[in-house]
Each structure stands twice: as structure tokens, then as C-alpha cells.
């Protein structure tokens, strides 16, 4: 029967030593997937997987990945809401690879939001 | 859905989304009985009859963002298109049982897909909820449970450290 092997374990704690876990408790950016039932059918669990993914490529331990359920706007799965610290959040719809990749540079590490992955900007105009 | 292991990710955040605090999920596939049966088994608070009765219907959720449920219909669909079907036993407080057979050689069986994708976005999404994953595919077995995990990685590292999950990913994805 395959198991968790002790020894895997062991590596991944080798390879944590002195690097300060901030998984639990203070972050710097929370990124949560909706995976509702039409998240889901829609492709979320990619997306998450591929954030999951950018997050270890980038070593980040500053990042809290998260998900939650329908958000009520099914047609604009999947979806995801960026909240870097002391910004406002941002939700993106009708996600791929291509705009998760570009997202994760620009907003989530950088923390300049990708206004044309947008659901909105702003609500109203003056003008 | 384009397969089961989709389906039991809705079906899961059902549960985690009533609260539980554990969850298992067993997997059995015997293509000599050609039966392929998935339980999810959770804690969480459960249901009155009045909603066990409504389940099955699409135009019934808990839930106030829309006013449709798919999650429960769309697995029974599934079931049903391949030959099985789907029981849910639910008691207030106690928790649900939901199990889902399949005849497991039918052509409309949906595959089971990525299983180990579908825990690991289960675990990262909901970090405090513990997962029991059991399968036993035609004498291929994996088992985990994350409160073990947890209890080894303790002080040094989280579960939802992305090196422990693709971990636990490989080692559902290839049972021995």
C-alpha cells in the first residue's frame, strides 16, 4: 500500500529549515479561487493547481492561496480575488494559463493590478 | 464535469462548506464486480429531512448567491448515465454520506481523473478541515490522512506548503 513515506517528510523538513513559515499567520497576499460547482466546471481546480504551482517556483511564503464557493457571477468562471495588503481587491474573471501567469507577476508579486482581467474598475463615472 | 474526480471536489466543498472538520473519501473500483463506488463520508452539520428531500433537485440550495444547486444533481446524473446511482443519508448534527455507484466497465462512465489535484486544492482551500482519502482501484491502494501529516511536519512546515502537496498529489496519483 503506498504511504507517506517518513523519509519524504524528512526531506521537505531538511529543505524548510531556517526559512521563517508564514503560512500560517501573517501575509502578504491572499488569493482565494471560487470553486463552486460552476468554479469547478469551469476550470478552477487548473487554476488553483497553477497558482500552487507559481507559488512554489517563486519560493513565496508570503502568499495565502484560498478558495471559496459561488460568488454568484457563474458565467464569469473561474474567477479569482487578489488582496495584497492595504489594497483594495481585485476580482478576475474568465480566467486561463496565460492570465493567471501574467496576474501572478504583475498584481501578486509586484502589486500592480491587471485592470483588463478585471470583473470591473471603479463603478462610475462622472463624466 | 468532465470527470468523477471534478464531481468529488464539488461534492467535498458541499461538506466543507457545512462545516466539517473531517472529511474521508474512499474510492473503490472492481471491474470483476464491474462496480466503481465513491463514498464521501464528512462531520459537518447535516441535514433535515426536508432538505434531503430537496437535494436532488436542482432549484434547491442553501446557499442565497443563486438559486440553483448543481453539485448533487450533476453527480447523480453522472451515476445514473453509467448505470448506478447516488444515496445520500444525512442526520442534523451528526453530518452526510454521499455514495455514488457506477457499473464501472460502462462506456458513459465518466474517467476518474486527476484525484490527487482535486485533494490538493481540498487542502489548501480549507487547511483546518482534515481529509481521509482511502482507494482501491481494481487491488491498487492509497491511503492518507492529513491529521498524521500534519502531526509529522509539525513546528517545521504547514500542510499547505506547496512542496507537501505535490507530495501528497504524486502519492495519490500512483497507488502501489
Redesign the interface.
Known amino acids: 500500500m503506498a504511504k507517506l513515506r517518513v523519509e519524504d517528510l524528512k526531506r521537505i523538513k531538511d529543505a524548510s529549515k531556517g526559512t521563517v513559515n508564514l503560512r500560517d499567520g501573517a501575509y502578504r497576499v491572499k488569493i482565494t479561487v471560487h470553486m463552486g460547482t460552476c468554479g469547478i466546471a469551469a476550470g478552477a481546480r487548473k487554476i488553483m493547481n497553477s497558482l500552487l504551482d507559481k507559488i512554489q517556483e517563486a519560493d513565496a511564503t508570503d502568499i495565502i492561496l484560498t478558495s471559496s464557493g459561488c460568488a454568484g457571477l457563474c458565467n464569469h468562471e473561474p474567477m479569482i480575488t487578489v488582496e495584497v495588503k492595504d489594497m483594495a481587491p481585485v476580482k478576475y474573471v474568465l480566467l486561463d494559463e496565460e492570465k493567471i501567469q501574467r496576474i501572478f507577476e504583475e498584481h501578486v508579486m509586484k502589486g500592480n493590478p491587471v485592470p483588463e482581467y478585471a470583473l470591473s474598475v471603479g463603478s462610475e463615472t462622472t463624466y | 464535469?468532465e470527470d468523477l474526480s471534478?464531481h468529488i471536489?464539488?461534492i467535498v466543498?458541499n461538506a466543507t462548506?457545512a462545516g466539517a472538520t473531517l472529511v474521508s473519501v474512499s474510492i473503490e473500483e472492481d471491474s470483476k464486480k464491474d462496480l466503481l463506488e465513491i463514498t464521501i463520508k464528512d462531520n459537518g452539520s447535516g441535514m433535515d429531512a426536508q432538505s434531503l428531500n430537496g437535494i436532488r433537485d436542482p432549484f434547491f440550495t442553501s446557499?442565497s448567491?443563486?438559486r440553483v444547486?448543481?453539485?448533487v444533481p450533476?453527480l447523480e446524473a453522472a451515476a445514473r448515465e453509467a448505470g448506478g446511482h447516488l444515496r445520500v443519508d444525512s442526520q442534523p448534527g451528526r453530518g452526510t454520506e454521499v455514495r455514488a455507484t457506477f457499473q464501472a466497465g460502462h462506456i458513459d462512465r465518466k474517467p476518474l481523473g486527476?484525484m490527487g489535484?482535486?485533494l490538493?486544492?481540498l487542502i489548501?482551500?480549507?487547511p483546518e478541515v482534515d481529509f481521509v482519502y482511502e482507494s482501491n482501484l481494481n487491488g491498487k491502494?492509497?491511503?492518507?490522512d492529513t491529521r498524521?501529516?500534519k502531526k509529522?511536519?509539525e513546528g517545521?512546515?504547514?500542510i499547505?506548503?506547496?512542496?507537501?502537496?505535490?507530495?501528497?498529489q504524486d502519492?495519490v496519483n500512483?497507488?502501489?
Open positions: 464535469m471534478l471536489l464539488d466543498e462548506n446557499r448567491t443563486r444547486g448543481l453539485g450533476l486527476d489535484a482535486t490538493i486544492s489548501m482551500g480549507n491502494n492509497t491511503s492518507l498524521s501529516i509529522e511536519i517545521v512546515t504547514t499547505t506548503d506547496p512542496a507537501v502537496l505535490k507530495l501528497i502519492l500512483d497507488p502501489e
